[in-house]
């Protein structure tokens, strides 16, 4: 097994990232650090993206890459990169070999991240469970659509949380199949799991609309969208990039902006 890293300035990482993605769509790890931000894909020889190990163009973005075969260990470690987070004072979203939560009104909520998916550690996820617990502490119910599902967090603890029906799309096949497999460990319903191309189709109508998606998508988002959320929950973005994309989104303005670690993700309400 070989883990191949490719390391980018973080105001272009989400130009890396989506290059990286059409020559590796099952996944990349992404790793922030101070200023930079580290991508990396794993496999075998043969099936990673053909780029020698030094100085290297990715998606118009100079970029370091880095080849090392991966120990054999190398589960235990990828294990020790998900850790489980609390999300307010009541959502507990952890990888299954973590211990579960415990007290009242504790929601306990096991994530499996395959090897290609979070549990929602990353600053982008917890930006968004935070903005959707808001909804839920206001007393927001009704439908709610997650486009970019990925593992499922976000569907999945809307369901939790009371959300119904819930609807999950995402364009990687795999993604769907974690997401099925996460509610059904969950013991929740989600209504659909579906795949669908968001940068081809207009999303699925619901009342909230929650989006973890890359500035780009979001923007192609935005112009297809034919019915508008009562809320909108948009997230994936770094911080110089939020106003262009709640701008994209009018009518709908703009409630609440969270910012962590150089993301942001933001409320928005028709």
Request: aromatic share 4%; net charge negative; hydrophobic share 50%.
């Amino acid at each position: 097994m070989i883990r191949l890293a490719v390391r980018a300035p973080a105001e272009a990482a989400e130009l890396v990232l989506a290059a990286l993605l059409e020559l590796a769509p099952s996944g990349v790890e992404q790793v922030d650090g101070d200023g930079v931000v580290e991508l990396a894909v794993y496999g075998v020889p043969g099936e990673l993206p053909e780029l020698d190990p030094g100085e290297a163009q990715v998606g118009g973005v100079r970029v370091s890459v880095s080849s090392a075969e991966v120990p054999d260990d190398w589960e235990e470690r990828w294990k020790r990169f998900h850790v489980p987070v609390l999300i307010g004072e009541r959502l507990y979203v952890r990888p299954p070999w973590e211990k579960a939560a415990a007290g009242p009104g504790m929601i306990d909520l096991p994530i499996d991240p395959g090897q290609a998916f979070g549990t929602g550690a990353h600053a982008t996820t917890r930006l968004s469970l935070e903005l959707l617990l808001q909804l839920a502490r206001g007393g927001t119910r009704g439908s709610l659509c997650d486009l970019g599902c990925g593992s499922g967090v976000l569907a999945i603890a809307a369901a939790r949380l009371g959300f119904a029906p819930v609807t999950a799309i995402d364009f990687d096949p795999l993604a769907v199949q974690a997401t099925t497999a996460n509610a059904d460990h969950n013991g929740v319903c989600l209504e659909r799991v579906e795949r669908l191309d968001l940068r081809a189709a207009a999303s699925p109508a619901a009342d909230v609309v929650a989006a973890n998606l890359m500035r780009p998508l979001l923007l192609g988002v935005a112009e297809l969208m034919r019915d508008l959320p009562r809320w909108l929950i948009v997230s994936g973005l770094l911080e110089d990039e939020a106003d262009e994309v709640a701008a994209a989104f009018a009518p709908l303005s703009e409630r609440r902006r969270l910012a962590d670690r150089g993301w942001s993700a933001l409320l928005l309400e028709r």
